[in-house]
């Protein structure tokens, strides 16, 4: 039951992060800068998170002395994964970036098995294989182009510090906070270190209409809030590996939304690479042997 649970919480953690580019382009239009956005995005996920755990639960805010320089690394790495994402959409389609993002999995598994050891069942090879197989092949299919070398750099960076987050969530001494304090204090190191990239970069451009502000909230709860939690929960209950092998729902839901809102177009081949990906989540979610 607790592995079908944490199957659950890794499938909405992974939609939730597929919807940042529906936000972020948007934003981009308007003239807003990819700092911007950023502050933006975890100022409203810190605000909107602290007023929630405050109501719910304010004693799981506090944590020891001892830890804040591990939720320190934790808020550098998300903010720096967010960072190189967010600067991608830039270079390359939300379609592609979003697939692109996906290789983390495979980072994560080589994490596990060279410094944790860690043995990768047959069956999650299987679905490690196939589901990375579809993103290639919905990569390849997004808009027939070129890919800029900088864009596919900035994801493949974007998508290492996601990768050694997922690892470190769960091996490392973060295990023993609770999730709540954990998602509060990432965001709100994201948060600061935002604010200070944005003083650096000239200041604060902020959203000019009530759409803007609409993304920018969605920005703050869907591929925030809700993203981080759940794939904290479902790490907890099925671990780095396969909460990772479900983030192939991250650039479905991306690709399937940039269609229906962002306009773009879907193809034969990148459509075989959706039901690739969608063979290996179930496969996944079937009984272990």
């Known amino acids: 039951m607790n592995h079908l649970k944490g199957y659950i ?7 939730a992060y597929g919807t940042n580019p529906i936000f972020a382009i948007p934003l981009y239009h308007e003239g807003m800068t990819v700092s911007s956005v950023l502050f933006m995005r975890y100022a409203m996920a810190v605000v909107i998170m602290l007023i929630v755990t405050m109501i719910k639960s304010p004693k799981s805010l506090v944590i020891k002395p001892k830890h804040i320089g591990i939720i320190a690394f934790m808020g550098i790495l998300m903010v720096l994964s967010s960072i190189g994402l967010f600067a991608s959409y830039k270079y390359l389609s939300a379609g592609i970036a ?3 993002l996906f290789f983390y ?5 080589i994490i596990m098995a060279v410094f944790y050891k860690e ?3 047959k069956r999650s090879w299987i679905c490690l294989v196939t589901a990375f197989l579809g993103v290639v092949i919905l990569s390849k299919g997004d808009d027939g182009g070129m890919i800029s070398i900088i864009g596919l750099a900035l994801v493949m960076f974007s998508s290492l510090c996601y990768a050694i987050y997922l690892v470190y969530i769960n091996r490392g001494p973060m295990k023993k906070i609770d999730t709540s304090a954990v998602t509060f204090y990432v965001i709100a ?6 604010a200070i990239n944005c003083l650096i970069d000239g200041g604060v451009i902020l959203p000019h ?3 803007a502000w609409l993304n920018t909230i969605g920005l703050g709860v869907f591929p925030t809030i809700v993203s981080l939690i759940f ?3 479902a790490i907890a209950l099925v671990g780095s590996t396969e909460t990772a092998i479900f983030g192939a729902l991250e650039p479905l839901t991306a690709v399937i939304l940039g269609i229906i809102i962002l306009g773009e177009t879907l193809t034969i081949q990148p459509a075989i690479g959706m039901i690739l990906i969608f063979v290996s ?9």
């Open 9 to 15: 919480y890794a499938a909405i953690a992974a939609a």
């Open 98 to 100: 979003s697939t692109l």
């Open 105 to 109: 999995p495979v980072m994560v598994a």
């Open 119 to 121: 043995h990768l069942t």
């Open 189 to 194: 190191g994201g948060f600061i270190v935002m």
């Open 209 to 211: 209409s009530t759409k």
């Open 231 to 233: 794939t904290s929960r």
């Open 281 to 289: 989540v179930t496969v996944l979610m079937k009984k272990k042997d």
